[in-house]
């Protein structure tokens, strides 16, 4: 006469579960994903995620991904403005006329040469943007004119993209590398300065 305990209905139900159903992980821990031919691969981060895809959409639109105003500035003073994208830094308005001080070329734009539409205007703009401050500027290069080329700004603008994004000058994307593509961009669709009707 076998005289065993009856079976607990409890470690049945147990012994059954663990034989069928993938147990669930403990608390507090990720389940490993799965691998492939051995390979154990990571799981993505939803924050590694999102940066790529900032990344990719600050590079699809053109943002401008310009650095902020020069803090090492060694040329700074009063400045009058020659045209859209020249200074004369320490120099003076006389009428229209922008003379004296150190010539400087304004880093990574171009704006409308002498005779152009939109000329006046965009050299308006621009000392609109210097007129009674100091503008700090920090040397870039020398010009195939021997003007020094900089970056400037005042009031903490930068004067380049101030003048991309008003529409009175473009990228100059052969020396920016699209620094102010986006801005120029936004001018254009907006119909801002040169790009709108009345130019």
């Known amino acids: 006469m076998n005289m065993s305990p009856p079976p607990d209905p409890i470690l049945s139900r147990l012994a059954r579960l663990r034989g069928g ?3 669930p992980a403990p608390r507090g821990k990720t389940p490993a994903p799965p691998s492939r031919g051995g390979l154990r691969l990571p799981r993505p981060s939803f924050l590694s995620a999102l940066a ?3 990344v990719l959409i600050a590079g699809w639109f053109g943002y401008d991904d310009s650095a902020p105003c020069p803090t090492d500035a060694k040329l ?3 400045a009058c403005a020659v045209d859209g994208d020249t200074l004369h830094l320490g120099g003076h308005l006389t009428g229209r006329r922008c003379s004296g001080g150190e010539l400087v070329r304004l880093w990574g734009i171009n704006a409308p040469e002498s005779g152009t539409p939109g000329h006046r205007k ?3 703009a621009l000392q609109s943007l210097v007129a009674g401050r100091t503008i700090a500027c920090s ?3 020398r010009d195939d004119h021997s003007r020094t080329v900089a970056r400037c700004c005042a009031a903490g603008q930068d004067l380049s993209l101030s003048q991309a994004a008003g529409g009175w000058a ?3 994307a052969k020396y920016s590398k ?3 593509a986006g801005a120029e961009a936004a001018a254009r669709k907006e119909g ?3 790009w709108g009707a009345g130019e």
């Open 170 to 172: 473009w990228d100059y």
């Open 122 to 124: 965009s050299q308006d």
């Open 192 to 194: 801002r300065g040169i």
């Open 21 to 23: 159903r993938r147990q």
């Open 139 to 141: 040397a870039v290069d």
């Open 178 to 180: 699209g620094a102010y």
């Open 76 to 78: 700074t003073g009063p």
């Open 52 to 54: 790529l895809l900032a």
